[in-house]
């Protein structure tokens, strides 16, 4: 039976008053299921208002972590500082963070490998922008930015990771990429971690991100390489995202 994850990506949005409320809502819908992970992954300084609103089953990721370990570096959350939370997940290379501060591979690398190194699974973002999807080079891009992972550490920590194919296009501009495009992407990037380990190839699960929503959640979601969801704007709505759970909730029910 397929495993779907559905990530919530608060991004820079809530307060401690609509946190609650979502949370509470989402806390009465969302029930234990070894096949369907729901994680939260709020601002940093809400992390510990969700840890303690959350039931069990709901899991805690960070948005970021820091490339440093520790030190002089004002403003930055350390992995280990994650670890101390006992968050189990840390989302890595979104394509805001590569664009607007200055994520580029080597960075990403580092914190890839700081989040293994305390004990957080990373989601790794990646995706082509408009223009390289326009200029046939999709693929290539997705290819390099797991290659340049893979390489600067190790295949193994991917026994442990997730994935999630965002193209930055379909990102937050209610645009989604068609199920049969996304599957397209997922396959290839099966494809890739192949061809260092076969196994991890077949068992990592690969999200999709970019405008997620009730209404096309189902079309993703089946697809044989999607193995669910990173939500951003829909998971701030609490009936959506529980459409959205609901709806994977009966997929793997099927
Ligand atoms: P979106 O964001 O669902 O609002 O497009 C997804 C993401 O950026 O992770």
Redesign the pocket.
Known sequence: MKKLFIVA?W?MNGDKRFNEQLMRYINEQVFKNSNLEVIICPPFTYLTQILELKISCIKIGAQNISEKKDGAFTGEISGSMLQDLKLDYV?IG???RRQMYNDDDNVIARKFELAHQNKLTPIL?VGESLNERNHGQTLSVVESQIKSVIEATQIELFAKSII?Y?PVW????GETATSIQAEEVHSSIRAIIETYDSNIATSIPILY?????AANCKDLFTMVNINGG??????LNGEEFVEIYQTAEKIINE
Do not use: F, R
């Open positions: 990506n991004k989302i979104h394509s805001e973002c999630a965002e379909a990102i937050g501009t991100g970019g405008s997620v929503n990173l939500i951003g704007g829909a998971s």
